[in-house]
């Protein structure tokens, strides 16, 4: 941050005060001139888009997560094999994840929306 009065840039923020959530008031002095001034900053905040049925509501749930390895057929699919005896571990080489992942997914612990 430069100097209004001097524009050297050795400056240092001696206090900060949080209005809101959006609005921030920082007292500065510059250790050239000694002048003292204040900043203000507002910031915007992210809409994180429409509520998907999670908790939050912050969350991408299921396929349209960009990190999913699985989509809504493979879950009832695997769900179905676990009902027909297939074995945890199994499920897991067979769908490419670990079985800690499919004990969640059969016990209704993670994708609880399929």
Not at 7 to 32: E, G, H, W
Request: charged share 20%; proline share 1%; with cysteine.
């Amino acid at each position: 941050m430069r100097c209004r009065a001097c524009n050297s840039r050795n400056t240092r923020v001696t206090s900060t005060d949080v209005t809101s959530a959006t609005l921030t008031k920082r007292y500065c002095r510059c250790l050239d001139c000694k002048t003292h001034y204040q900043t203000v900053e507002t910031y915007a905040i992210a809409k994180l888009g429409p509520k998907l049925g999670s908790k939050t509501g912050s969350k991408l749930v299921g396929s349209i997560n960009h990190q999913a390895v699985l989509t809504e057929s493979n879950v009832i699919q695997l769900r179905r094999m676990h009902k027909e005896g297939t074995n945890q571990r199994q499920l897991a080489k067979i769908f490419g994840i670990c079985h800690q992942h499919v004990s969640r997914i059969v016990n209704y612990k993670i994708w609880t929306h399929v």
